[in-house]
């Protein structure tokens, strides 16, 4: 997939930029030398045939796979991403439309999934652990029991525990995602 962007508002630098991105599986092209620049509070739809590679790109500018080719950049800088939890430091995130919560562990450890646990010798820290995730919530005006087992809140609250809930900056979407409710 080729992904022609509109020329460049000059002197505004893109929020996110992936420059020349290719990406093959197998001898198969998912993406082939694709370009996307997004301009701060720029809200842009990538729209493909099945198979397009939507879905690898998306892949590729939160850390999921590693580009053959071709450079991301954030806010103008080049940037590598390892993995997801480098690509969400750096505010990108992907926002599935499917639930990615753990039912068996609390709404606190479900938002702080993925990071660093509070622990000391071994042993968590519980009350830092609900403190961080409050911080979180806090954010987006939500109170949730933080206590409470993921799996026992009612549906309209489970997207906030999940941990890409924490405010990214750019999220990036593909045809498989949603918004939280608001
Ligand atoms: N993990 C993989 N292994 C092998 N081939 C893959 C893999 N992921 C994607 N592909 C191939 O790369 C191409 C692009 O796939 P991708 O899923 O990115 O397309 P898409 O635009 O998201 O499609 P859809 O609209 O069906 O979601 C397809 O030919 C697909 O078969
Ligand atoms: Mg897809």
């Not at 998912?30 to 809200?43: D, F």
């Not at 950049?73 to 430091?89: H, K, S």
């Not at 646990?117 to 987006?140: C, F, H, M, T, W």
């Not at 206590?147 to 309209?156: E, F």
């Amino acid at each position: 997939m080729t992904i022609l962007d509109q020329p460049p508002i000059v002197g505004t630098i893109p929020a996110l930029e992936a420059d020349g991105i290719s990406k093959h599986f197998d001898g198969v092209f998912a993406l082939n030398a694709a370009r996307l620049s997004v301009l701060p509070g720029e809200i842009h739809a990538l729209l493909g045939e099945n198979g397009a590679g939507k879905s690898t790109l998306v892949k590729v500018l939160t850390g999921i796979y590693t580009p053959d080719a071709g450079r991301i950049l954030r806010d103008g800088e080049q940037v590598e991403f390892a993995n997801v939890r480098v690509a969400n430091r750096a505010g990108i995130v992907a926002l599935y439309q499917e639930l990615s919560i753990i039912p068996t562990i609390s709404v606190a450890e479900n938002i702080l999934l993925g990071d660093q646990i509070p622990s000391r010798g071994g042993i968590v820290n519980g009350r830092e652990l609900r403190r961080r995730a409050k911080e979180q919530l806090d954010r987006l005006n939500q109170r949730i029991p933080l206590r409470q087992l993921a799996g026992d809140l009612s549906p309209s609250s489970r997207p906030w525990s999940r941990s890409p809930a924490r405010s990214p900056t750019t999220p990036a979407s593909s045809s498989s995602t949603s918004p939280p409710p608001p």
